[in-house]
C-alpha cells in the first residue's frame, strides 16, 4: 500500500471512528473522505479479499446478508456491508473499517447496478451474483435494458469470474459471454404454454423482440420463458426450487432440489434470494445441510421485513422502491390471517429516486378489498401516495407529512400489527426515530 493510500485510510478510519462513536452513523461518509485523499484506494485491497459482487435491480440487500450467513459456515471472516450502503464510497468504508486480516480475506458485497464497472476496474472478482433486472429509478438508469449494459461493462472487466445468475430472467440469457456461468431458478411447476400480462416488465424476446411465452411464471416476467418464433429459451438450471410447501408473512418453507429449507422471512421473491444465496454457497463449497443451518438463522435484516414493538404494537418495517417489488409485498402481507393496518412513507430524494410515477403501477386495489380498518400516509410526497390510495378506494386514511410524529400515529393505529411500506430515505428517517426513542438499537444510519 502506498502512502497516500495508507494516509487515505487512515483518515477514512479517523473519521469512521468518530461517526460510529458520537453521530450513531457513518456508512458513506468516511469513504467520501478516503475517495477524496485517493481515488484509487479500492486497488490496495484488490490483494487483501477475494470478492464476491451481488447485484440486480430488487433483492440485493436480503441475498448478501443470507449469503454471508453461508459462507460463515465455512469462512471463519466474510466482510460485507449489512446497511446496504452499495455504492462506491460505501463500499470503501466497508473495506477501510474492516479488521485488519492477517491472512486473505472474502469480502461478500451488495453493489450497485451502475457502480460494477467502478468496483471492477480496481478488483476483480471471483464471482458474480444477479438477482434480477427491473424497471427502477428511470432518473438514474433508464430501461432494464440500459441497467444490464452498466452491469456487462463491469462483467467484461472480469471475463473469468463465475457468474450465478437468476435464469428465469431472460435478460441474464441473452448475451454471449466468456464467463463461466451458473444459473438457477424455480422449477416446480409446468403448465400448457400461456402469455404474461400484458404490462410485464421484459415481455419480449431479447433476441427477436417477438413476445414470449411461459410454461411457468413466479412474478413479473420471471419463469419458464420461450420465444415461439426465435427458438430463445430459458438455459438450463443447475439449481432450482423443486417444491413450495408453506408461505406466510413471516416464514417461507419450500424445496431446492428435492431438499427442504425455511428462512424467517415472508415472500416468493425472497426465496429467489435465498435460492441465490443457496448457489452462491453451493459454489463455494457449503454443503447442503450448512446452509439449512444458516438459513434457519433467526437474525433480521436491516430495513427487510424488520419487527420492531412499539409499546406493544408489532409494526413491520417493508423497504419498497418499484413496482415489481411493490406487487410482491401487497401479495405477501394479503397473506396475513390476522387484522392490520397499513402505513406508506414516500420520498422522493435522489437514493430513491425523484420520480414517484411508479406507485400507480402498484395494485393497491387488492387492499380495498381487504376490510383494513386504517391506512396512514406520510413522507414528503405523502400526497402522491394518497391521491393513488384514493384512486384504488381507500378513503380511511390519516395523513401525516412529518415524519417525526409517525411514531405517535402507530402508537394510535387500532390494530396491534402495522405494516409500514416505505422508500428508502424514509425507512432510514423511520429507523433514526425509532432508534432515538429506543426502539431499536442505534447505528447503521448516516
Not at 432518473?139 to 473469468?160: F, M, S
Not at 424445496?255 to 448457489?279: K, M
Amino acid at each position: 500500500m502506498s502512502i497516500r493510500s495508507s494516509f487515505a485510510e487512515f483518515a477514512g478510519r479517523s473519521s469512521y471512528w468518530f461517526l460510529h462513536t458520537f453521530m450513531h452513523g457513518g456508512s458513506s461518509l468516511p469513504g467520501k473522505l478516503t475517495l477524496k485523499l485517493d481515488p484509487n484506494i479500492l486497488q490496495s485491497f484488490s490483494q487483501k479479499y477475494d470478492l464476491v459482487i451481488i447485484t440486480g435491480t430488487n433483492g440485493k440487500t436480503l441475498t448478501t446478508a443470507l449469503s454471508v450467513r453461508v459462507l460463515r459456515e465455512k469462512y471463519d471472516q466474510v466482510l460485507t456491508n449489512p446497511t446496504g450502503s452499495n455504492m462506491e464510497q460505501g463500499i470503501v468504508t466497508t473495506f477501510i473499517t474492516a479488521p485488519r486480516a492477517k491472512k486473505k480475506g472474502l469480502a461478500v458485497l451488495e453493489v450497485d447496478e451502475a457502480n460494477v464497472p467502478i468496483v471492477c476496474r480496481y478488483i476483480t472478482p471471483k464471482a458474480f451474483v444477479f438477482t434480477n433486472i427491473f424497471r427502477d429509478q428511470m432518473d438514474r438508469y433508464g430501461e432494464i435494458y440500459t441497467t444490464y449494459k452498466k452491469i456487462l461493462r463491469g462483467v467484461k472487466l472480469a471475463p473469468k469470474a463465475t457468474i450465478i445468475a437468476n435464469g428465469d430472467e431472460q435478460l441474464f440469457h441473452s448475451k454471449d459471454l466468456p464467463n463461466p456461468i451458473i444459473y438457477y431458478g424455480f422449477n416446480h411447476e409446468h403448465h400448457p404454454a400461456f402469455n404474461a400480462p400484458a404490462n410485464t416488465d421484459g415481455l419480449l424476446c431479447p433476441k427477436c423482440q417477438h413476445i414470449l411465452r411461459y410454461h411457468m411464471r413466479t412474478y413479473a416476467g420471471l419463469g419458464d420463458y420461450f420465444c415461439p418464433h426465435c427458438g430463445f429459451k430459458r438455459p438450463e438450471l443447475t439449481y432450482s426450487v423443486t417444491k413450495l410447501d408453506k408461505l406466510t408473512p413471516t416464514n417461507s418453507t419450500f424445496e431446492i432440489d428435492g431438499h427442504q429449507y425455511t428462512i424467517g422471512i415472508g415472500g416468493l421473491y425472497n426465496i429467489y434470494n435465498a435460492l441465490a444465496a443457496y448457489s452462491l454457497g453451493r459454489f463455494m463449497g457449503v454443503a447442503p445441510e450448512q446452509i439449512k443451518h444458516a438459513f434457519e438463522s433467526d437474525e433480521r435484516v436491516f430495513g427487510r421485513q424488520e419487527i420492531i414493538n412499539v409499546d406493544g404494537k408489532q409494526v413491520t418495517i417493508i423497504l419498497v422502491k418499484n413496482p415489481v417489488g411493490l406487487n410482491q409485498v401487497l401479495d405477501m402481507i394479503e397473506t396475513d390471517p390476522q387484522p392490520f393496518s397499513f402505513a406508506f412513507l414516500l420520498n422522493a430524494n435522489y437514493a430513491d429516486g425523484i420520480d414517484t410515477s411508479w406507485i400507480w403501477d402498484g395494485n393497491f386495489e387488492k387492499l380495498a378489498t381487504h376490510q383494513i380498518p386504517q391506512y396512514m400516509t406520510g413522507g414528503e410526497r405523502y400526497k402522491d401516495i394518497t391521491t393513488r390510495l384514493t384512486m384504488a378506494g381507500i378513503d380511511n386514511v390519516w395523513h401525516e407529512p412529518d415524519l417525526t410524529k409517525v411514531v405517535d400515529k402507530i402508537k394510535q393505529m387500532p390494530t396491534k400489527h402495522v405494516y409500514i411500506l416505505a422508500s428508502y430515505t424514509a425507512m432510514l428517517q423511520l429507523r433514526k426515530l425509532l432508534a432515538e426513542k429506543e426502539y431499536i438499537k442505534k447505528g447503521g444510519m448516516d
